[in-house]
């Protein structure tokens, strides 16, 4: 299994960013995949979560109602929308996998970690 994100970059506060991620391995489907992100200085946050098939979805707090997470299984590629982002949405954006059958926002329940996308937020 492998993870590869991708689309980070800087964007201004107020703006909107969509990162990606792209699977290999085994079937897409059948993983819980979710993103994390860890700010400089800071502890790793979960951001968000998305079942198998797409349907369920969780976002934290700190994202609910500007960030989106979805998914084309078809592509084997998760999605995470961020608009309205906030100079502290900067960060190195993971996305993640797990085979366990339900979703879970603590990262030690994540076997499958990608490289990270950096995102920065301009004031």
């Known amino acids: 299994v492998q993870l590869q994100a991708s689309g980070g970059g800087l964007v201004q506060a107020g703006g909107s960013l969509s990162v990606s991620c792209a699977w290999s391995?085994?079937?897409?489907?059948?993983?819980?995949m979710g993103w994390f992100r860890q700010a400089p200085g800071k502890e790793r946050e979960f951001v968000a979560v998305i079942s198998g098939s797409g349907r369920g979805t969780y976002i934290a707090d700190s994202a609910k109602g500007r960030f989106t997470i979805s998914r084309d299984n078809a592509k084997n590629t998760m999605y995470l929308q961020m608009n309205s982002m906030k100079p502290e949405d900067t960060a190195v954006y993971y996305c993640?996998?797990?085979?366990?059958?339900?979703?879970?926002?603590?990262?030690?329940?994540?076997?499958?970690w990608g490289q990270g996308t950096l995102v920065t937020v301009s004031s």
């Open positions: 391995g085994d079937t897409f489907s059948r993983y819980i």
């Open positions: 993640v996998a797990t085979h366990r059958e339900i979703p879970t926002t603590r990262a030690d329940e994540y076997a499958y």
